[in-house]
């Protein structure tokens, strides 16, 4: 399908932004300005970010503990998100969650989650409002490889094919859950071959094209509007940076990461624009500098942004 330059420039500027979001987070722990851990998703910019701009708006997402491309594809204020990474009371959660619990739920984003497979029966909840509001919406439920060997993926996936819930599980399959590669955790090599015990359509894609991964949530996303039930999309793709921090990544080596940097999906976007001339070098260069200066526009907000009173320590707590 042919593309408009409007959504080639909103992708490479997006996964510009996710990059430098992440980038600086990096930045931020090695500087001992943040506490806490964050799980970065470099290189991941494709299946994070470039998914969610198939999404039409008022649709839902569900996020994992990786989620700041998804959630920067989503169209979440990287100043808010900043600042709630930085535990600022400008944040979205007003400082309290961190990176892994950003979330704006009133505008469909339910939210990033520390459970691993915590996601996708949150998801088929809201699928299941959608269906019996009749709200024409789609939820879009990101998971890792490792969060498939979860039961709550497998209730997941037969409830909402028995249901025909308007819902795509997007699978971002990085070949490892923490230091277990997922050869050492299923004895399948496709995880959308398990779309097959639910008989719902599954799909795997290559996680690092961004055109494919547009190209292919934009359909599943219309097969589930449509009220055809689920459909489960596995993106395979690739972290360069350790789990989380301080994974000292005995696991893998060096040839593997530069194998996989050679698979950039950024960089691989910028090819497509050079080649099919879309835009000048210039006005590529352009974007990223834009991108890079939201990102550091952002950080200057959430310093300025104070820290939670002490005596909001019991405000939005539910249990
Ligand atoms: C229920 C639960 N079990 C274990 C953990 C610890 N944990 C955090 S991330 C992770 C690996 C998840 O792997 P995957 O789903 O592939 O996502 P990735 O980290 O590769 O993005 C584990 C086991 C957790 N947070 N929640
Ligand atoms: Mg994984």
């Given at each position: 399908m042919e593309l408009s330059e409007e959504i080639l420039l909103r992708m490479y500027y997006k996964m510009n ?29 494709a299946?994070?970010?470039i998914?969610?701009l ?152 290559d996680?690092n094209d961004p055109i494919e991964v547009y190209n292919?949530?934009l ?44 698979k950039d999906p950024i960089l691989r976007l910028k090819k497509y624009l050079q080649e099919n001339r879309v835009f000048t070098d210039k006005q590529i260069q352009t974007m990223a ?31």
């Amino acid at each position: 399908m042919e593309l408009s330059e409007e959504i080639l420039l909103r992708m490479y500027y997006k996964m510009n932004q996710a990059r430098f979001f992440e980038e600086k987070v990096d930045y931020l722990f090695s500087k001992g300005l943040v506490h806490g851990t964050a799980h970065l998703s470099i290189g991941q910019e494709a299946s994070g970010v470039i998914s969610c701009l198939a999404l039409e708006k008022g649709d839902l997402v569900s996020m994992t503990h990786r989620g700041h491309a998804q959630a920067i594809g989503f169209g979440l204020d990287v100043n808010l998100m900043m600042a709630e990474f930085m535990g600022r009371a400008r944040g979205y959660c007003k400082g309290k969650g961190g990176s892994m619990h950003i979330a704006d739920v009133q505008n469909g984003n339910i939210g990033a989650n520390g459970v691993v497979g915590g996601g996708f029966n949150l998801s088929c909840g809201a699928a299941l409002t959608q269906k019996y509001k009749k709200t024409g919406k789609v939820v879009l439920c990101f998971a890792g490889d490792g969060a498939t060997n979860q039961g709550s993926f497998h209730e997941s996936l037969n409830l909402a094919a028995v249901w025909n819930l308007p819902i795509v599980f997007l699978i971002e399959n990085n070949l490892y859950g923490m230091s277990s590669p997922i050869s050492k955790n299923m004895n399948i090599e496709n995880i959308s071959e398990r779309s097959g015990s639910y008989d719902i359509p599954g799909l795997t894609i290559d996680g690092n094209d961004p055109i494919e991964v547009y190209n292919t949530v934009l359909k599943a996303l219309r097969y589930a509007r449509a009220g055809r039930g689920p459909v489960l999309v596995e993106a395979k793709t690739y972290r360069y940076n350790g789990h989380s921090k301080g994974d000292a990544q005995v696991y893998r080596n060096e040839e593997e990461i530069a194998e996989w940097r050679e698979k950039d999906p950024i960089l691989r976007l910028k090819k497509y624009l050079q080649e099919n001339r879309v835009f000048t070098d210039k006005q590529i260069q352009t974007m990223a500098n834009e991108a890079h200066k939201s990102i550091e526009t952002a950080l200057k907000f959430a310093m300025e942004s104070p820290e939670p009173e002490i005596t909001s320590v019991l405000e939005d707590v539910y249990a």
